[in-house]
């Protein structure tokens, strides 16, 4: 079992910048690939990116929405995954999740495993 609690969500104007965090417990922690998702109100929840660990260096993976401006990344000591925004636009906002997946490194949300509450990101035009 896997537990994910995300934080940082939070309100920003157009231009800004938010970091959201993702605190893992429950297995080690580098056993398996983690991902950034959102959800807008009568959206699809869409991958924003993943973050794993190959044989030798961390892989990541950006969705078309966040190549240029998020950036992802891991701290194996904290159990913890960072998702940075910067150049944050009105249509960012949505709820953020983070999510496990035990099994290679997928793209789709039918490939995490666990997933956290959710966190609200709201950018003001």
């Known amino acids: 079992q896997v537990q994910l609690v995300e934080s940082g969500g939070g309100l920003v104007q157009a231009g800004g910048s938010l970091r959201l965090s993702c605190a893992a417990s429950g297995r080690p922690f580098s056993d398996y690939t983690m991902g950034w998702f959102r959800q807008a109100p009568g959206k699809e929840r869409d991958i924003v990116g993943a973050?794993?660990?190959?044989?030798?260096?961390?892989?990541?993976y950006y969705g078309e929405s966040a190549k240029g401006r998020f950036t992802i990344s891991r701290d194996n000591a904290k159990n913890t995954i960072y998702l940075q925004m910067d150049s944050l636009k009105p249509e960012d906002t949505a709820v953020y999740y983070c999510?496990?997946?035990?099994?290679?490194?997928?793209?789709?949300?039918?490939?995490?495993?666990?997933w956290g509450q959710g966190t609200q990101v709201t950018v003001s035009s």
């Open positions: 973050v794993g660990i190959g044989v030798s260096a961390v892989t990541t």
């Open positions: 999510a496990a997946s035990l099994h290679g490194f997928p793209k789709q949300e039918d490939g995490y495993n666990y």
